[in-house]
């Protein structure tokens, strides 16, 4: 029975599939740009939830014990239609709501992050709501939720700002649940980014470069009247490159092509309102980048232990010596 027990506490590599399934819904979406571009945001946007769910499971519920909800959140996911991506975020809401129950009857005891607890009911309630007005700013509210939550404690780690909780996080949730129209997201994103930068006391990190290109991204809606490609490039994707490389791989953290990768892509926020052929090529350089500085957590051996390789080989060295 407690050897059962282990055995389904025991984490895997849940990210690793939903990473290649993000990486490949960016390639096939940026390709549509020139083939079927009516679809390009939706691909893109399928894209960023494969990134979003798999580092949520990852980071909070990746036990084998969960395995029925993570395969029916991804396999749905990844068919190219909103009413399975709904499906996928109904799976991951129960998910969540099993692993509270689970963490609570266990006795255990935690911070409250609630813009990314939020997330997944957001989730539910977005691709509801995208099955049947197919406005794509309908989908950005989790994602800004879960991105404001989740650099929380990066931000902490690497900028040594003052982390926030509970009912702390109430007016950021607030205007995350608003985010879908370009005046909420450029407030939630620079309040957010300049409490960050007020109470940081070490700047000299990649998550400098992030926090610039939040700012960017909440000028560039104002001003620029570019929301959605101010949403996608200079807030979403280059958080999601900061926290993937942070969580999976920290030993590349502030490396050279961890720092270039997020460069490169607030390049590409600043050329979009300018130019069209010149931030595709910077994205592209930026994802290809990313890949490689995470290549050792795509590996078979990543995906059944859920760490990199380079942490298995350490413990194997450790083990030996």
Not at 85 to 105: C, I, M, P, W
């Amino acid at each position: 029975m407690v050897e059962k027990r282990v055995e389904e506490l025991r984490p895997w590599g849940v990210n690793v599939p939903f990473i290649v399934l993000g990486i490949a819904y960016f390639l096939v979406g940026g390709l549509s740009l020139w083939r079927n571009p009516q679809d390009h945001g939706y691909l893109m946007m399928v894209g960023a939830y494969a990134l979003y769910e798999g580092m949520i499971m990852r980071l909070f519920f990746p036990a084998t014990k969960y395995f029925k909800l993570q395969a029916l959140a991804l396999i749905s996911l990844a068919i190219p239609l909103p009413e399975a991506q709904a499906l996928s975020s109904y799976a991951l809401t129960l998910l969540e709501l099993r692993a509270l129950r689970d963490v609570k009857s266990y006795g255990s005891r935690f911070p409250v992050n609630a813009l990314v607890l939020a997330s997944p009911v957001l989730s539910s309630i977005s691709w509801t709501a995208f099955v049947f007005f197919k406005d794509i700013t309908l989908l950005f509210p989790p994602l800004v939720s879960y991105v404001l939550g989740i650099n929380i404690g990066i931000f902490t780690a690497t900028l040594g700002s003052k982390p926030f909780f509970g009912w702390r996080q109430a007016p950021y949730l607030a205007l995350a649940s608003l985010s879908f129209l370009p005046l909420a997201f450029s407030a939630s994103v620079i309040l957010y980014s300049a409490r960050v930068l007020l109470t940081a006391t070490n700047l000299r990190s990649t998550s400098t470069v992030v926090l610039v290109s939040f700012l960017v991204s909440g000028l560039e809606t104002l001003f620029l009247n570019d929301f959605v490609h101010a949403f996608s490039l200079g807030f979403m994707l280059a958080s999601f490159v900061n926290c993937i490389i942070y969580s999976t791989s920290r030993y590349a953290f502030n490396g050279v092509s961890h720092f270039l990768s997020v460069l490169l892509i607030l390049a590409s926020s600043l050329a979009w309102p300018f130019f069209k052929v010149v931030p595709f090529v910077l994205t592209g350089a930026a994802l290809l980048l990313f890949v490689y500085t995470i290549r050792h957590n795509l590996t078979l051996n990543a995906l059944k232990y859920g760490m990199s390789e380079v942490y298995l080989r350490e413990q194997t060295r450790g083990m030996q010596s």
